[in-house]
């Protein structure tokens, strides 16, 4: 096969640590098949399966549904099953875990605080002076669902974490995801629960200063910066109308 029979290919700079045996990450390049139908993940497939197999990340679905393979490429984050290597040109793609979060190994990231984060909203109904298990049905009108669909498409990808410049400076911080995710609840019909003492907070809503990225990068068009923004006008009102709950 001649050069000009080679089949191109697209230089991948992915992220190493292994703590067994490196004290911090180093970069190791890895060359692709660079093919127009490719995703990024694809191309860090492709190396586990035939260049290093001590390669890890995380993947799952690879539809942009399940939100686990989500990392840095060349610097912004992305689900790596929705971002072509044809949109990098002639490369390099430097790919790296999500900031904000510990590395466990290569691009895996420890989520124990993001999920804990989560549960700390609520995130199911609740209905006062009721026991589970719930028979009757509470059926909504479309204005109704309207209310608080967008905010129920999050797929806990974390990238509006690793993109929140309050987040990776302040770990504390609750963050846009699980802020919406209250919202979602809070703006659903059929949900009795009052969730103003986890987000009435300077680690909560209040933290947030509203550089927008979060929504940005959100694959989903979740806009966590307006849920938050929302529910700061909730609670600004809810200071003067303390009755007020929504």
Same mark, same amino acid.
């Given at each position: 096969m001649t050069d000009a029979e080679q089949p191109a290919t697209i230089r991948l700079e992915v992220a190493r640590y292994r703590p067994e045996q490196d004290s911090e990450?180093?970069?190791?390049? $890895? !060359?692709?098949?660079?093919m127009d139908d490719w995703a990024v993940l694809d191309g860090l497939a492709y190396v586990k399966d035939r260049l290093d197999g001590s390669l890890s990340f995380r993947w799952s679905c690879r539809m942009g549904i399940c939100g686990s393979c989500g990392m840095n490429v060349n610097g912004e984050p992305r689900l790596t099953c929705g971002s072509f290597l044809a949109e990098y040109g002639d490369g390099p793609i430097r790919i790296e875990?999500?900031?904000?979060?510990?590395?466990? =190994?290569?691009?895996?990231? !420890?989520?124990? #605080?993001?999920?804990?984060?989560?549960?700390?909203?609520r995130p199911w109904l609740i209905r006062e002076g009721e026991e589970p298990p719930?028979?009757?049905?509470?059926?909504?009108?479309?204005?109704?669902? #309207?209310? $608080?669909?967008? $905010?129920?498409? /999050?797929?806990?990808?974390?990238?509006?974490?690793?993109? /929140?410049?309050?987040?990776? +400076?302040?770990p504390d911080f609750l963050g846009p995801?699980?802020?919406? +995710?209250?919202?979602? $609840?809070?703006? !659903?019909?059929? !949900?009795?629960?009052?969730?103003?003492?986890?987000?009435?907070?300077?680690?909560?809503?209040?933290? /947030?200063?509203?550089?927008? #990225?979060?929504? =940005?990068?959100?694959?989903?068009?979740?806009?966590?910066?307006?849920?938050?923004?929302?529910?700061? +006008?909730?609670?600004?009102? =809810?200071?003067?109308?303390?009755?007020? =709950?929504?």
């Open positions: 990450p180093v970069f190791q390049g $890895y !060359d692709v098949p660079l875990p999500l900031k904000g979060f510990p590395v466990i =190994r290569d691009l895996v990231v !420890d989520i124990d #605080d993001f999920l804990d984060k989560l549960s700390s909203v719930l028979t009757a049905e509470y059926a909504q009108t479309p204005e109704q669902l #309207d209310a $608080y669909k967008q $905010y129920s498409m /999050c797929v806990n990808c974390m990238l509006c974490y690793s993109a /929140c410049p309050v987040y990776v +400076l302040d995801a699980a802020i919406a +995710l209250a919202q979602r $609840y809070n703006l !659903d019909s059929r !949900d009795m629960g009052d969730r103003f003492d986890v987000l009435n907070l300077d680690e909560a809503v209040w933290g /947030c200063v509203f550089v927008g #990225d979060c929504t =940005r990068v959100c694959p989903k068009h979740v806009d966590p910066a307006e849920a938050i923004q929302r529910y700061k +006008l909730t609670a600004a009102l =809810r200071s003067v109308l303390p009755w007020s =709950r929504r």
